[in-house]
T-cell receptor
């Protein structure tokens, strides 16, 4: 398994501002992902963070709104830009130590974001 | 495409009751199947997994068997505790294409003493 930490754990932000969420893993991992969990909902994949190249975004999510960085194999950031109250969610970082269909994804504790 | 359907919640049981949370899936081939649990105010934790037909995943008294014939992966526990109160997510990972993790909608479980 992998130990994943996220910063901040929670934040309250004003609309129109941006917040950058950090994800740190205790070991090198192949795959890193960012998910959104809106209140009372399941998880939705935002993007796959690729090391050394642009992230791969899912339908409905764009780089201008959710820029992602992954400078190395243990760290990634997600920025929520120009926030609105609809962005209030839990944002979760997830990692897959080794790529493959039988491999397990592990999740961080999440960042709870409230936009006023 | 791949999809997961869970029984709708919320589910409320008394302590020591038997628990079943139904999960069925649609996928090509033999996906890997997972149950994750989200305790109040926390992230997701892997509860158990199964990667091939007839495999049984188990952890913390919970069990789920990979049933290819019924495309199901129902979660069971013989005697639940108050500490099992959480949201449970069934998920699958396909063996073809992007191999993304696909989640069910989640089932909120409350155990009363």
């Amino acid at each position: 398994s992998a130990v994943i930490s996220q910063k901040p754990s929670r934040d309250i932000c004003q609309r129109g501002t941006s917040l950058t969420i950090q994800c740190q893993v205790d070991s090198q991992v192949t795959m890193m992902f960012w998910y959104r969990q809106q209140p009372g909902q399941s998880l939705t994949l935002i993007a796959t963070a690729n090391q050394g190249s642009e992230a791969t975004y899912e339908s409905g999510f764009v780089i201008d709104k959710f820029p992602i960085s992954r400078p190395n194999l243990t760290f990634s950031t997600l920025t929520v830009s120009n926030m609105s109250p609809e962005d209030s969610s839990i944002y979760l970082c997830s990692v897959e130590p080794l790529a493959g269909p039988r491999e397990t994804q592990y999740f961080g504790p999440g960042t709870r974001l409230l936009v006023l | 495409g791949n999809s997961v359907t869970q029984m709708e919640g919320p589910v409320t049981l008394s302590e020591e009751a038997f628990l079943t949370i139904n999960c069925t899936y649609t996928a090509t081939g033999y996906p890997s199947l997972f149950w994750y649990v989200q305790y109040p105010g926390e992230g997701l934790q892997l509860l158990l997994k199964a990667t091939k037909a007839d495999d049984k995943g188990s952890n913390k008294g919970f069990e789920a068997t990979y049933r290819k014939e019924t495309t199901s992966f129902h979660l069971e526990k013989g005697s639940v505790q108050v500490s099992d109160s959480a949201v449970y997510f069934c998920a699958l990972k396909g063996i073809q294409g992007a191999q993304k993790l696909v989640f069910g909608q989640g089932t909120r479980l409350t155990i009363n003493p």
